[in-house]
C-alpha cells in the first residue's frame, strides 16, 4: 500500500525564516511525487513535483529515495506562503497504481510579519 | 475560462436519500478523480478515471459509485447517504495524474 505521512499539522515560522514543511513516503514502486497548495479561499492548485524539478514561489524539494522523503523548504519564508500544504504520492506513468493518488494529511503554514 | 465545475457547492441531507453530486471539466482531459477532505486526515482519494467507461477504486471508496460515459463528466453518486459520508468533496482532472485542476469542492452534510 502506498503512504504519505506528513507529520506537522502547523508550522509556524516568521517571516524571512527558513522553513521546511516535512514528508515521508512509503511505495514499493517507483513513485512520482507532488506538493499541491491551498490558499485562503483558492482552489488547491499544484505547487511543484519531483519530476520537473523546478523551483516555484522559491520553494524546491528534493526526493530523497534512500530516506523515502520529499521535504518542501524555503530558505526565506513570506507572509504570502501562509497555507495549507498536502503533499502527494502517485505511481509511475505506465505502472499498476497510476491514477491512485495518495495525498499526506496536511500541514498549515503560518508565516507572521 | 478552463475549469472544473462541481454541482452542488453545498447540500444537507438525510441519511437514505440517495444524491448525486455532478463534475464536469472543459479541458479535455482524460483523467478525473473524487476526493474526500476530513480534517486531520487530509485529502483522501474515492475514485478515479483514467478515460471514458474506465473508473477505479481509490482509498475509500465504500458507499459511493462513480460513472464516466462522457470524457467531461464524471459524476459521485451516494445511494444511501450516512452521516460519516458528512464531508468536503473535492473533484480533479488532468492529462495525466500530474497536475490537477481542482473544483471548488462540495460540502455535504448528512442528518
Known amino acids: 500500500a502506498q503512504r504519505v505521512t506528513q507529520p506537522e499539522k502547523l508550522l509556524s515560522v516568521f517571516k524571512g525564516a527558513p522553513v521546511e514543511l516535512k514528508c515521508n513516503y512509503s511505495y514499493s514502486g517507483s513513485p512520482e511525487l507532488f506538493w499541491y497548495v491551498q490558499y485562503s479561499r483558492q482552489r488547491l492548485q499544484l505547487l511543484l513535483r519531483?519530476?520537473s524539478r523546478e523551483s516555484i514561489k522559491g520553494f524546491t524539494a528534493d526526493l530523497n529515495k534512500g530516506e523515502t522523503s520529499f521535504h518542501l523548504k524555503k530558505p526565506f519564508a513570506q507572509e504570502e506562503d501562509s497555507a495549507m500544504y498536502y503533499c502527494a504520492l502517485s505511481g509511475r506513468f505506465g505502472g499498476t497504481s497510476y491514477g491512485k493518488l495518495t495525498f499526506g494529511q496536511g500541514t498549515i503554514l503560518t508565516v507572521h510579519p | 475560462e478552463a475549469q472544473v465545475t462541481q454541482n452542488p457547492r453545498y447540500l444537507i441531507t438525510v441519511t437514505g436519500k440517495k444524491l448525486t453530486v455532478t463534475c464536469s471539466q472543459n479541458m479535455n482531459h482524460e483523467y478525473m478523480s473524487w476526493y474526500r477532505q476530513d480534517p486531520g486526515l487530509g485529502l483522501r482519494q474515492i475514485y478515479y478515471s483514467m478515460n471514458v467507461e474506465v473508473t477505479d477504486k481509490g482509498d475509500v471508496p465504500e458507499g459511493y459509485k462513480v460513472s464516466r460515459k462522457e470524457k467531461r463528466n464524471f459524476p459521485l453518486i451516494l445511494e444511501s447517504p450516512s452521516p460519516n459520508q458528512t464531508s468536503l468533496y473535492f473533484c480533479?482532472?488532468?492529462?495525466?495524474?500530474?497536475?490537477?485542476?481542482f473544483g471548488e469542492g462540495s460540502r455535504l452534510t448528512v442528518l
Open positions: 519531483h519530476i
Open positions: 480533479a482532472s488532468s492529462f495525466n495524474t500530474g497536475e490537477l485542476f
